[in-house]
């Protein structure tokens, strides 16, 4: 159109081709037909039955409109029925479904066959969904054999306000399609339902939902090429419509009721002003930019008509107990950009109302608009008025965590804590609380120990005063015998008076230094820790009269510290930031390069061999030759070459323009290749230092570089965001990899040479195949990566970054960890050739050097799921253990875990899993209300769907064909493995009951609340009460005679019963927090585990192992969350632990059940009390017996 035409006035005044808000008319011309119009029209003519669940204004009910008249034209008799018109308040069932009959005989056009409410009167005293049911069959499909009806329900969330329960009515409409295989007459009867809700919300009985036979219709937003209708209201009142249209769609992400309400606003704004809207090409998005910023943006509340926004604002903030999860989520969406999901109730409850949606498996906000108005500020404003002490989360938070000025103390922590009681809080909150919670118990624990020391010194000074005047008094006896005997006695209870308060003193000084100890661990410096423990073990062997309960003390303390260390020793000695180390590929040494210019060689057990002093202000990059008789170290564009047995310096060459920033030796050892911040690679002759080739194309600086294992390929990582595959025979490029949204940090490939690794400063890592093609990306860290390192065995990669962390990434699909304790690790690591150990180069403020033990002789992660771990199960024979939870997959491994399958078993967690007694299949049980049975090989048996309300806990009979299962519907049930329910047996509580079978299979334990109640198996009826838990039951367990049966409680004890007369037999104390799983020792291995009887599990991170007589063996404290369920190997060696941490921990019991703690204390700090250059001669005695 030409721009003179253009601005031609209106004419006349056509009719608005925009609806703003309810349902579009029918022949409304700027409807736009998406996808779902399709989908929807052609399933109901397919007599599916179909449900459109969604957030408001997404057009749904305008959709409704348009399949109505589609169906209609093509023969259907259609009915729809809104659900608010039936109302929800005091309302009856009967009324309700009365109400419902009404709509549909009017509109169905029943009035032939007379008045509904006749035909109501005429059904008598059937309940109200019986009498529905005949509706639908006698009067609809009987009646009318030749007609198909569609009955089309819109907003059926209003239900939800209803005082009374709709699962017969949706199992109303299961029945319906049920009926088709018996009666073929109600293929003609199909339903539709659209509303804000998820099916879950809609009905609780899983079992009798209709929606896992239907058929779910994504109800998505306008997408470009659906939105040529749009165009019809645009053409003649803006120039460069088309692109108009583009912008407006960016604005809104598609949103039906926003980009009708922009289209419409703008068409209202050409007909205001008389003439079609002048938009210059090439402006068209800083118009449209504009325009929503004066219209929608500027004082939205004002604007926001009809209402849309402020429904959005309404459905966040309405459920103020979950607001502050809620609006976390959403501030953590803002902050790092879309995040992955976990279908948890705060993500769907954020898509319901209509601020993000769900793409892949990652929730993103919806559209400029939303992030424009629900922005940071309005999020952390709402968040600041939910929280009573939000001011000092938020200067926490801008601290990075670490301003611990801003933790909460005393009376105001308690305040918080009472306040956050039952509320669904953010990470945010809960991590603040938590390190609140932490920090004010350190310095309570300071407190104490600033008075004990207070006192430690008051009674060392009572004592050297005492031992003065004892000496003097023994000092006078020579002044005569008479003399000497009255004073002799006088010094007699001087002495022992002295004796006392020193031996006061000593207890003290060492309930200070495990305080101490505590602190170290705490805080993450663990081989301090242990040390402080040792020294703590040192000087109880020191007192005069032993102390059992600081004997107990110190061996409890050096069990969690043994359990929670990895560092190995500190190579001390450089005065500057080491930037690199290196194992020599003998693993003979160790080398780290310093910014105080230095290369030092190490042995491995941490002793200083040589120090390769250079000309330059700082080293930054070093490398061995593949047959470590070589180092090469570069700094400020000179390369150094040292013989490393010797430590003759053999070459300097002045290389580059600027820093030498990497240093790799070519397999073969004839080249070697250095990167620098002059954007070039060079190639270089070791032997006599003649430059090879030098290598241009990057646009910045090279960080990393990387032979290939065979030589035949060179890798460059650089500050322009790409990796470049190279030939090192003639210099050639071969490659352009590109992927990372930043500088490239590091390259490594992996030892078989069929992938590349790369990290970056966008903190991530990415693997791929050597064509260039990404295969996957891991992502973790919470700043940029700056080394990464293949193992030696290829099965996972290792990183540093600047958030202080070592993290680790199991090559097999495993999500990545990182262990506790390995942080402030530096910037560069390397493993050992054998793989037992790595080195990092420490942190900046200590520029030593720091050896990791990367396995214990005690435990093993041998799991790592990409969400909580629930369920764990052994089966019987030991050789397989199944896994699963959060993630909705199982796992099955070997002991050593090697993975032998990995499949999703459900479409929710996995609450449960047993194996059968002769391990011939297993069961697992779930939030989706199905127990499904599967082969000891994963291959699916059977899904049974019995009325099991939210799954439960899984007991297979010892011995013949059934297992039971507990619900929150107050029912246990018992089935034959072929899905048949034998019995349902009530149970007092909602919760779901814990159950167990005696061994010998007569009796079944159920825990469901107190007491805890036997069952004879033949009548299903209580036989014995067990009362004394004062909390609800988690687990329960019958020793192997069936004499014995376990519990674990909320009570945060375990108890063992007499499961003949229901005496209480011990209470385990101990545990600070919920047990959640109590499990015997196999019999058979008691002696061998010297006398280890049972161990619990809980919320307090622990496992505890205890002997038969209640007494506390040892405390395993390794997990970071809490401990949900436990398992032996048949023959008690190992126990397995799952937990909320997301990994399954294989413990070594013998090990742990015959450990010396003091032994292999001062074995792990053997080599750093020899070695270390920084100990006092009496550190270095600390362990000599």
């Avoid at 000074?461 to 005047?469: E, G, K, P, T």
């Avoid at 500088?743 to 030892?751: L, M």
């Avoid at 909320?1140 to 001062?1162: G, S």
Wanted: overall charge negative; aromatic content about 8%; hydrophobic content about 40%.
């Amino acid at each position: 159109m030409a721009m003179a035409s253009f601005v031609t006035p209106f004419t006349e005044s056509p009719e608005m081709p925009y609806q703003v808000g309810g349902s579009l008319r029918p022949a409304l011309p700027s409807y736009v037909t998406r996808q779902a119009d399709t989908q929807l029209t052609t399933a109901l003519q397919a007599a599916e039955f179909c449900y459109v669940l969604n957030s408001r204004q997404m057009g749904k009910s305008s959709l409704l409109v348009q399949t109505l008249r589609k169906l209609e034209l093509a023969g259907c008799r259609c009915a729809t029925v809104d659900i608010t018109s039936l109302g929800s308040q005091q309302v009856t069932a009967s009324q309700w479904y009365r109400g419902l009959v009404a709509d549909l005989w009017r509109g169905l056009g029943l009035f032939s066959q007379g008045h509904y409410k006749k035909w109501w009167q005429d059904q008598g005293e059937l309940p109200p969904v019986q009498k529905l049911q005949r509706f639908f069959e006698e009067v609809l499909l009987e009646q009318h054999p030749e007609d198909e009806f569609v009955i089309l329900i819109d907003e059926i969330d209003s239900i939800l306000g209803l005082e009374f329960s709709l699962d017969d009515f949706f199992a109303l409409i299961r029945y319906c399609y049920n009926q088709r295989a018996v009666n073929p007459a109600y293929r003609r009867l199909t339903f539709g339902i659209f509303g804000v809700a998820t099916p879950s919300d809609l009905i609780r009985d899983r079992q009798r939902t209709p929606f896992n036979i239907g058929q779910a219709i994504a109800l998505n937003g306008f997408q470009p090429h659906e939105c040529e209708p749009l165009l019809v209201g645009l053409r003649d009142t803006i120039a460069q419509a088309p692109v108009v249209l583009q912008e407006i769609l960016y604005w809104t992400g598609g949103q039906p009721f926003l980009t009708h309400k922009l289209c419409a606003l703008i068409w209202q704004l050409a007909h205001e002003q008389g003439t079609p809207i002048l938009v210059s090409a090439g402006k068209e998005a800083a118009w449209v930019q504009q325009f929503v910023r004066d219209r929608v943006l500027h004082q939205w509340e004002s604007q926001d008509e009809p209402e849309h926004l402020r429904t959005i604002r309404d459905r966040l903030l309405r459920h103020p107990h979950r607001t502050g999860r809620l609006l976390g989520l959403y501030q953590q969406i803002l902050r790092q950009g879309p995040v992955p999901t976990d279908d948890s109730e705060e993500a769907i409850e954020l898509q319901l109302s209509g601020l993000v949606k769900k793409a892949g498996d990652i929730l993103q906000i919806k559209n400029p608009i939303y992030q424009a108005v629900f922005n940071e500020s309005w999020t952390a404003d709402h968040l600041e008025h939910l929280r009573p002490y939000s001011q000092a989360l938020t200067a926490w938070l801008a601290a990075d965590r670490q301003d611990a000025s801003r933790l909460l103390r005393g009376q105001a922590l308690r305040d918080a804590q009472q306040w956050a009681h039952s509320k669904r809080l953010s990470d945010e909150d809960y991590q603040f609380l938590a390190e609140s919670a932490e920090s004010d118990r350190r310095e309570v624990q300071m407190a104490l120990e600033a008075d004990r020391s207070q006192a430690i010194a008051a009674q060392l000074h009572q004592s050297r005063r005492n031992m003065r005047l004892q000496r003097w008094l023994l000092g006078a006896i020579t002044t005569g015998f008479v003399l000497s005997t009255g004073l002799g006695f006088a010094a007699f209870v001087e002495s022992q008076r002295a004796s006392q308060n020193e031996q006061i003193a000593r207890q003290s000084e060492i309930k200070a230094l495990l305080a101490s100890a505590r602190g170290w661990f705490d805080s993450n410096q663990r081989l301090d820790a242990l040390l402080q423990a040792l020294r703590a073990q040192r000087q109880l062997t020191a007192l005069a009269q032993p102390n059992a309960e600081l004997a107990q003390d110190i061996e409890d303390t050096l069990y969690t510290i043994i359990l929670g260390v990895n560092e190995r020793n500190r190579l001390a000695g450089h005065t500057g930031e080491v930037r690199e180390v290196a194992y020599s590929p003998q693993g003979d040494r160790i080398a780290s390069a310093s910014l105080d210019g230095t290369v030092k060689l190490w042995a491995p057990d941490g002793a200083l061999l040589q120090t390769l002093e250079s000309d330059a202000q700082g080293i930054r990059a070093i490398a061995f030759s593949p047959d470590g008789q070589l180092l090469v170290a570069g700094s400020a564009g000179t390369l150094y070459l040292w013989d490393v047995e010797t430590g003759e310096q053999r070459a300097a060459i002045m290389a580059h323009q600027g820093l030498i920033t990497k240093l790799v030796f070519s397999p073969d050892g004839t080249q070697v290749a250095s990167g620098s911040t002059d954007k070039t690679i060079k190639l270089w002759n070791p032997d006599d230092g003649t430059l090879l080739h030098t290598l241009t194309g990057h646009r910045a600086m090279v960080r990393g570089l990387a032979f290939s294992p065979d030589g035949q390929r060179l890798a460059s990582g650089s500050a322009d965001a790409t990796i470049k595959l190279w030939n090192p025979d003639d210099g050639s490029l071969s490659q352009t990899v590109t992927g990372h949204a930043a500088t490239v940090t590091d390259v490594q490939f992996s030892p078989d040479g069929g992938r590349l690794a790369s990290g970056s400063t966008d903190k991530t890592l990415k693997l791929w195949d050597l064509s260039g093609q990404l295969l996957t990306t891991f992502e973790g860290h919470q700043a940029q990566v700056t080394s990464l390192d293949f193992s030696p065995d290829g099965q996972q990669l290792a990183s540093t970054s600047e958030d202080d962390e070592l993290r680790f990434w199991p090559l097999n699909g495993e999500p990545g960890r990182a262990y506790p304790g390995m942080v402030e690790v530096g910037r560069s690591l390397d493993f050992s050739p054998d793989g037992q150990t790595l080195v990092t180069s420490g942190r900046i403020d200590d520029p030593a050097p720091i050896v990791w033990q990367l396995e214990s002789p005690l435990y093993s992660v041998v799991k790592t799921h990409a969400a909580a771990v629930i369920a764990i199960a052994v089966s019987p024979d030991g050789q397989t253990i199944a896994s699963a939870g959060t993630d909705g997959q199982i796992q099955l491994w070997q002991p050593d875990g090697t993975s032998l399958k990995v499949f999703s078993g459900h479409r929710a967690p996995i609450i449960y899993l047993a194996f059968s007694p002769d391990g011939s299949q297993f069961a697992s049980s779930s939030f989706d209300g199905t127990v499904r049975l599967w082969q000891a090989d994963g291959t699916p048996i059977r899904t049974i769907t019995g009325d099991t309300r939210l799954g439960g806990l899984i007991a297979f009979h010892p011995t013949a064909a059934e297992f039971a299962i507990s619900g929150d519907d107050q029912v246990v049930r018992r089935f034959q493995l072929d899905g048949t329910q034998i019995s349902a047996i009530p149970t007092q509580s909602r919760l779901n009951s814990s159950i167990a079978w005696q061994p010998q299979g007569t009796q079944l334990a159920i825990g469901d609340g107190e007491p805890i109640r036997l069952i004879a198996m033949e009548e299903d009826s209580p036989i014995l009460n067990l009362s004394g838990h004062i909390g609800p039951l988690n687990d329960l367990e019958f020793q192997a005679d069936g004499q014995v049966l376990a519990s674990a409680s909320d009570d945060r004890t375990a108890r063992l019963w007499d499961a003949t007369t229901g005496e209480t037999l011990q209470v385990l104390t101990g545990h600070t927090d919920v047990v959640w799983d109590v499990t015997f020792a196999p019999e058979s291995s008691l002696t061998v585990l010297n006398d280890l009887y049972l161990a619990t599990g809980s919320a307090d991170n622990t496992i505890k192992l205890w002997g038969a007589d209640g007494t506390l063996h040892t405390t395993l404290d390794r997990h970071t969350a809490k401990v949900l369920r436990l398992a032996f190997s048949p023959d008690g060696q190992y126990l397995f632990s799952a937990s909320n941490d997301n990994t399954v921990i294989r413990w070594d019991l013998p090990a742990i059940m015959t450990l010396d703690p003091v032994d292999y204390a001062c074995r792990w700090v053997a080599d750093y009390l020899q070695t270390n250059a920084g100990l006092s001669d009496d550190d270095r005695q600390l362990c000599d017996r």
